[in-house]
């Protein structure tokens, strides 16, 4: 994300431009991602509805994902998931 | 043609607010400005002005309400004091983060405590670092052409920043004075209607104070800082523009008296006539003393002080607040740090007087002067008058 100068930064950091919140990288803050075991994962789709960031969607296989654009890392899904099929790594750059 | 008549100062105020067309009115009533908004809300209620007059539960809801109105695109105006600026405290400090173009007129009056509804300058003093404009008005006319003039420069597309017009409470805002009430012709002239630059519209959605994170804020700030900064050219644009049209000159910082005299006085508010008539006293014997009386107190006119303390070789700062645990008045510590760029200091004598509302006479300051002249305080303050003894 590339952030203003002073000069060009909106009349009193007003947002001008509505819903640009979405173009915020949240997946920034985290120090752990969630990994799906497709074998232990039985698409109940619990963690989607717990992820406090709604950012587990639904994919053309039916198994859910979290978009790590925008995953924190919270590890809610992991503790969630009645089957152990989720479990958090170290993530590292 | 403008009328002069005899009329309270803050019935003065009143009338300017609504020559200048305010649209929103949002204030709650506190010693030494009732006044002020108790009139604004009969002219209101009369028909006589067309604009929402909010009667809020606390100056806390006045500025906050202010904010709103001003953010919607209305001209907004309102009036403390006090223990109402005191509560105002962090509204103040969003209204010029969000560039919001609010008048409001500061009765200024002791904080508690002990409970004083008296004159000083401790209420805006504690404040002084909310990035507002903030003016000084020394007599009604002055406050009355100031309050016109600061909706004016406070919504200049250069500016956009809240002003602050200071006026003493009681000995102005009580005071009947012979005023120059300009016609309202002249005045929609002057200021036209405020045309906002981001307004809340549901046509055109925008958010205004969204959390600014690290990465945001001090570029925030900076902006901030250089509107104030920059609003100074813009306020003598204004000032020079008003003596045009209405024969009425102001600048930043007025000088008064013999040019020679190595020993000035600095004030600020009702004080400078005071001292202006005790002149007359001190300089029967010679061209001893002179003054310079600070109207613009934010942005700083540093330029301009150090320009008329040239020549200078002992400077009497007069405070209306203690700025408690530090050394000297706020005035003064400003003053002080100011000098230290001169290569040739003058030396700094700080009086902090007028506490609570005591009057201080002519006489008083002959006898700031005559210490200072002794040499007794220099680069000291001193709270004046206070008995010693029983």
């Not at chain 2, 105006?77 to 109402?84: F, K, P, R, V």
């Not at chain 2, 006026?167 to 012709?185: A, P, V």
């Not at chain 2, 046509?203 to 205004?208: E, G, K, Q, V, W």
Request: aromatic share 8%; net charge negative.
């Amino acid at each position: 994300m590339n952030y203003p100068s002073w000069r060009t930064l909106e009349l009193g950091a007003a947002i001008t431009t509505p819903g640009n919140a979405a173009e915020l990288k949240t997946g920034d803050w985290r120090t752990e991602f969630p990994v799906l075991d497709e074998e232990k994962c039985v698409k109940c789709g619990l963690c989607a509805i717990y992820c406090p960031e709604f950012c587990i969607h639904e994919d053309d296989t039916g198994y859910f994902r979290a978009d790590l654009y925008y995953c924190k890392g919270c590890g809610i899904c992991v503790h969630e998931c009645p089957k152990d099929a989720l479990t958090m790594q170290l993530e590292e750059k | 043609m403008a009328k002069r008549i005899g009329i309270e100062n803050s019935l003065a105020v009143a009338e300017a607010v609504k020559l200048a067309r305010a649209e929103v009115i949002a204030a709650y009533p506190i010693t030494p400005q009732t006044h002020i908004v108790e009139e604004l809300s009969q002219i209101v209620a009369n028909g006589e002005l067309e604009a929402e007059f909010i009667p809020v539960e606390s100056e806390h809801s006045a500025m906050s309400a202010a904010i709103g109105a001003s953010a919607a695109g209305a001209r907004v105006y309102t009036a403390t004091a006090s223990q109402g600026l005191a509560l105002m405290h962090e509204i103040l400090f969003i209204a010029s983060s969000l560039r919001l173009p609010i008048v409001m007129t500061v009765a200024n009056r002791s904080l508690s405590g002990p409970i004083s509804i008296w004159n000083d300058h401790s209420d805006v003093m504690a404040e002084r670092d909310m990035g507002w404009i903030q003016v000084f008005g020394e007599n009604g006319q002055e406050v009355f052409d100031l309050t016109i003039m600061a909706f004016r420069i406070a919504e200049d597309k250069r500016v956009l920043l809240p002003v602050a017009v200071n006026m003493d409470g009681f000995i102005l805002t009580h005071m009947i004075e012979s005023i120059e009430i300009e016609e309202q012709e002249k005045i929609d002239k002057f200021l036209p209607p405020y045309k906002p630059v981001l307004r809340l519209d549901p046509a055109h959605p925008i958010s205004m104070g969204p959390v600014g994170v690290p990465e945001i804020y001090a570029e925030a700030k900076k902006q901030q800082e250089v509107a104030l900064l920059e609003s100074k050219a813009v306020i003598k644009e204004v000032f020079k523009e008003w003596a045009e049209q209405f024969g009425r000159a102001y600048n930043l910082i007025e000088t008064n008296g013999p040019e020679q005299a190595e020993v000035v006085f600095i004030t600020m508010g009702s004080l400078g006539e005071t001292v202006m008539s005790a002149l007359d006293l001190i300089n029967v014997q010679g061209d001893k003393a002179r003054q310079v009386r600070i109207r613009l107190w934010r942005p700083f006119p540093e330029e301009e002080l150090l320009a008329a303390l040239e020549g200078a070789k002992k400077v009497i700062v007069i405070d209306r607040a203690v700025s408690f645990g530090t050394s000297y008045g706020p005035v003064a510590g400003e003053i002080r740090s100011m000098l230290y760029k001169l290569k040739e200091q003058p030396e700094v004598y700080n009086f902090i007087c007028g506490l609570g509302g005591r009057d201080v006479t002519r006489q008083e300051f002959k006898q700031m002067y005559e210490l200072a002249e002794q040499g007794q305080y220099k680069d000291k303050y001193l709270i004046w008058g206070v008995r010693e003894n029983d």
